[in-house]
């Protein structure tokens, strides 16, 4: 339920507006319930007193009327008083009783008629008194009738009006008649009891009709919500319905303008986009026919260096390294623009990672050996099988062990592998020039050299390790980096076994403050 | 005298570029700048081997290609620069032998034209096939007694398979025997031939009796 309200703006205004109705429609009836009740309550007492005036008036008549000398005659007089009295006025609802005043001399030889079933603790000793005070005026008291019906006491009100009144022989007497309030209580009941009913009504009629207005009101927001849901979720071409003038209609237009101007941006910027891939990915094959001629012709000159003089020779051979140079170059830049272009996708087999890794080692072994860097070998026992594109990692061991070398200062290569149940993966460490921590976080960017002031000799690209981890990536492996200023870095790619398969631990660890990049591991 | 080679290239430089290479490598090559002229040019040239550029303006390299293959199974060679495109795959059902990729070294485009124009060599004049008969003198199969075109790299393959039959022939090693290639090269060009000279030689290509495919290996004979 509270969630319900949390969630929903039309559940709140409705719970809000069923709350407040109740409170004023309690408050109303509470008022309506109290006015009618006094209303009901002055009308009876009117005529409550109308008629006691006419009884009292028909006693004091009777009595004065009456020439009774014995007792036993003015007993049965007074006795006849009380039910004469009872049967006028409206039925069943007056008790009658005749009480002698207290404090008069001569003992009291008559008894006091009273109506059956009148309980005198009803007429309290200081009203009486009130009563013998009062010259002959009639007065009046509201009261609480108990009235015991099978067992279950029921209250009403009632009023007691008394006034004195002098029998002769008998001295002064109180005559009070007691009404029962009851039907005007029933009456009030029956009243409160329609409001409440009908108070209930209003307050689910106006949850209702609340409910149906906010409902009217909040479902073009609601709409609108889940139209900019579809928008972020990609479906840009979604719209709001405009229609009218109000201000829905303005929230839908703006809506529609602002994701047209969105979608027109988004669409300009993937063009964009799209457009500098099939650029670079144009100028790449473009730039292959020149250099397909150039290299044929460079070829041939070289072939034929031998016949030229010495300064034509070395600009021959120059000429030939940097034409290879300029051919890794345009492939990187092909095969990167295709991982931009999203074009790539791997050829997956079952492979051997210890084979893949020696067979790379085996062939830059004569790179390394140039340099004075040993390459050192450490291979588990068994297979290292995984699921991988043969040529992509070789091309990235490959290009971790030409980093290696041309950062290794001629110290010794460390190459390593290693296997879990999940996963497996290949280690180079050299301890060469390393990084600082602000090139660590570079090393992957595209074109980046670690040290621009030093002087080149591999003729890297610098869109190796950006291709190494595009690679990495395809396989949904990671590729960490540790390096320290002047002690050597170490490159591991861990790959999962098979593919699309999270991995748990990397084989091979690496030292402290590393950087990784790509997979799972850091998702 | 020397073998004939049509450089069919749009771009003048390359063309006369890729012209010294073989001249210098003892072919006589011949020149056809645009798609329009190329068939003339052949007719009128017939050259022993045709580089053909895939991009080429006016018509392009796969009609060229299918054009020529028309015409006769002279070994066509395409020049590509972009090897992971359909474009290859038009070219080789088209009709192309083979394709050499750009930028590529001199040494790369004259071991590929050699490796076609080099003649077959078998110690048996006639090969049994099933229903074929391989007539190596002729250069010829008979089905039936009915004369079959093929081209000379189709007939190579034909009968480097029917000389072992039985024996399963791994894409790699056809690549090797057939197409001369020394390392790892496309299996696409193994596929798409196997599937044109199964258009020629089987009754129903779809299901194959003469050349079957062992799967996951390559392919056998019988």
């Known amino acids: ?523 | 005298m020397n073998p004939k080679i049509l450089v069919i290239d749009d771009d003048n430089a390359l063309r006369e570029m890729v012209g010294i290479v073989l001249s210098a490598s003892g072919f006589d090559p011949k020149y056809c700048p645009d798609g329009n002229q190329a068939l003339s040019i052949f007719e009128s040239e017939q050259p022993d081997l045709v580089l053909l550029d895939v991009m080429l303006p006016g018509k392009n390299g796969i009609t060229v290609c299918q054009e020529i293959r028309n015409l006769s199974g002279t070994p066509i060679i395409m020049l590509t620069a972009k090897s992971d495109t359909n474009d290859v795959v038009l070219g080789l059902e088209a009709g192309a032998d083979d394709y050499i990729v750009k930028p590529f070294e001199p040494s790369e485009l004259t071991a590929r034209i050699k490796a076609r124009l080099r003649p077959l060599t078998s110690s048996e004049a006639i090969v049994n096939l099933g229903p074929l008969t391989l007539d190596l003198e002729g250069h010829q199969v008979l089905r039936d007694g009915e004369q079959i075109s093929l081209t000379p790299l189709e007939f190579n393959l034909l009968l480097t398979l029917a000389q072992k039959p039985k024996q399963v022939f791994t894409r790699e090693v056809l690549l090797e025997k057939v197409w001369g290639y020394q390392y790892k090269a496309d299996t696409r060009l193994v596929n798409v031939h196997v599937q044109r000279l199964r258009s020629k030689i089987e009754e129903d290509p779809d299901n194959p009796k003469i050349i079957k495919t062992v799967r996951g290996i390559g392919y056998r004979a019988g």
């Not at chain 1, 009876?44 to 009456?66: C, G």
């Open chain 1, 1 to 523: 339920m509270l969630r319900l309200l949390r969630r929903s703006v039309q559940a709140r205004a409705v719970a809000t507006t069923v709350a407040l109705s109740s409170v004023l429609l309690v408050v109303l009836g509470g008022f309506l319930s109290f006015s009618i009740g006094n209303g009901l309550f002055d009308a009876r007492l009117k005529q409550v007193l109308a008629e006691s005036e006419v009884a009292v008036l028909d006693a004091q008549n009777i009595f004065a009327a009456s020439s009774v000398s014995d007792e036993v005659a003015l007993q049965t007089l007074m006795n006849s008083v009380v039910p004469r009295l009872e049967a006028t006025g409206v039925a069943d609802s007056r008790r009658v009783a005749l009480l002698r005043s207290p404090g008069q001399t001569g003992a009291q030889i008559l008894q006091s008629p009273i109506s059956s079933g009148l309980d005198t603790a009803l007429i309290s000793p200081a009203f009486r008194s009130e009563v013998r005070a009062s010259s002959g005026r009639v007065l009046y008291q509201s009261i609480q009738l108990s009235q015991t019906e099978n067992g279950i006491v029921t209250s009403n009100p009632g009023i007691v009006v008394g006034s004195p009144l002098d029998i002769p022989l008998a001295g002064d007497h109180e005559l009070y008649l007691v009404f029962d309030l009851s039907s005007e209580q029933q009456t009030l009941s029956f009243v409160q009891q329609t409001l409440f009913i009908g108070g209930l009504a209003i307050i689910l009629i106006i949850g209702g009709v609340a409910y149906l207005v906010t409902g009217w009101i909040v479902r073009p927001v609601k709409v609108a919500a889940e139209v900019s849901e579809e928008i972020a979720d990609g479906a840009l071409d979604v719209r709001l319905l405009e229609k009218g003038e109000d201000v829905v209609a303005v929230l839908a237009r703006s809506f529609n303008k602002m994701a047209d101007s969105l979608e027109q941006k988004i669409t300009k910027l993937a063009t964009v986009s799209k457009m500098q891939q099939r650029f670079v990915s144009d100028v790449s094959h473009e730039l292959r026919t020149p250099l397909t001629t150039i290299k044929l012709a460079g070829d041939m000159i070289f072939e034929a260096r031998d016949d030229l003089d010495p300064q034509l020779r070395r600009s021959a051979e120059i000429m030939q390294g940097q034409i290879e140079r300029f051919e890794v170059l345009l492939q990187d830049l092909l095969e990167i623009s295709k991982y931009d272009a999203g074009a790539v996708l791997p050829e997956l087999e079952i492979h051997d990672l210890s084979q893949v890794v020696t067979s790379a080692v085996s062939s830059i072994e004569p790179l390394a050996r140039k340099r004075g860097s040993e390459i050192k070998l450490e291979l588990p026992d068994g297979e290292v099988v995984a699921e991988f594109d043969s040529r992509r990692i070789d091309r990235l061991i490959g290009n971790l062990l030409a980093n290696a070398i041309e950062h290794g200062e001629g110290k010794p290569i460390t190459v390593a592998v290693g296997v879990t149940s999940d996963a497996v993966a290949v280690r180079v460490t050299d301890q060469g020039v390393g990084m600082s921590e602000n090139e660590l976080e570079r090393v992957f960017d595209r074109f980046w050299r670690a040290d621009p002031a030093r002087k080149r000799t591999s003729g890297g690209t610098g869109l190796g390790l950006a291709i190494s981890l595009e690679d990495t990536l395809l396989h949904g492996g990671s590729l960490d980096v540790w390096a320290r200023p002047n002690q050597g870095a170490s490159f591991r790619l861990t790959l999962p076994k098979v593919q699309g398969e999270p991995v748990a631990t990397a084989p091979l660890p690496l030292p402290e403050k590393t950087t990784t990049a790509g997979s799972e591991s850091d998702e």
